[in-house]
């Protein structure tokens, strides 16, 4: 399987802050690469495809980027509701599509 | 708009059967889609069950492969799950997902179904 390794696993920020989270493959995934957010009791939200699309009603402070091994996530300017847990996904080829073990964004 | 909403027994007894069924409505289940379950557990985070097309072709985990059967019912626009000698490590909330089939990004999910498994 691939493994999917997300860092930081925490991370505390300010409103306004411009805030990068890593997910890195353990083997080359292209450039299919996934990601998510998810609220406390609420299903995941998809947010980024193939690393640098945004999904439809995403605002555009979400950026995605990289390829192969290597990939980020940028909010340029957090917002309150921008406070949750992220995760990254790979969909490289053969099943299992395996996730990030997450990153949990918390308020300074 | 299309929607899916996961249903079935909350608690399942260990050795048991966990049976779940996700219903697709704002949309039909014969579309070009495939259908997926992913579970989330604190102990092993979100986890990829596997997912079913419309003709009834899957993709099972090979971790869960020998104890997962997914199958579809056009007439009810539905798809479900079962997950055969369940333990406690199979407790988890149960989500069913969309899967946009080329990229494989699952991009709408159901609420979720928390499932318990325990005598």
């Known amino acids: 399987d691939i493994q999917m390794t997300q860092s930081p696993s925490s991370l505390s920020a300010s409103v306004g802050d411009r805030v990068t989270i890593t997910c890195r493959a353990s083997q080359n995934i292209a450039n299919y690469l996934n990601w998510y957010q998810q609220k406390p009791g609420k299903a995941p939200k998809l947010l980024i495809y193939g690393t640098f699309s945004l999904e439809s009603g995403v605002p555009s402070r979400f950026s995605g980027s990289g390829s192969g091994t290597d990939f980020t996530l940028t909010i340029s300017s957090l917002q309150p509701e921008d406070f949750a847990t992220y995760y990254c996904?790979?969909?490289?080829?053969?099943?299992?599509?395996?996730f990030g073990q997450g990153t949990k964004l918390e308020i300074k | 708009q299309v929607h899916l909403q996961e249903s079935g027994p909350g608690l399942v007894k260990p050795s048991g059967t966990l049976s779940l069924t996700c219903a697709v409505s704002g949309g039909s289940i014969s579309s070009s889609y495939w259908w997926s379950w992913i579970r989330q557990s604190p102990g092993k985070g979100l986890e990829w069950i596997g997912g079913i097309y419309h003709s009834g072709n899957t993709n099972y985990n090979p971790s869960l492969k020998s104890r997962v059967t997914m199958s579809v019912d056009k007439s009810k626009n539905q798809f479900s799950l079962k997950l055969s000698s369940v333990t406690a490590a199979d407790t988890a909330v149960y989500y069913c997902?969309?899967?946009?089939?080329?990229?494989?990004?699952?991009?709408?999910w159901g609420q979720g179904t928390m499932v318990t498994v325990s005598s």
């Open positions: 997902a969309r899967d946009t089939t080329v990229t494989v990004t699952f991009d709408i």
């Open positions: 996904q790979q969909s490289y080829t053969t099943p299992p599509y395996t």
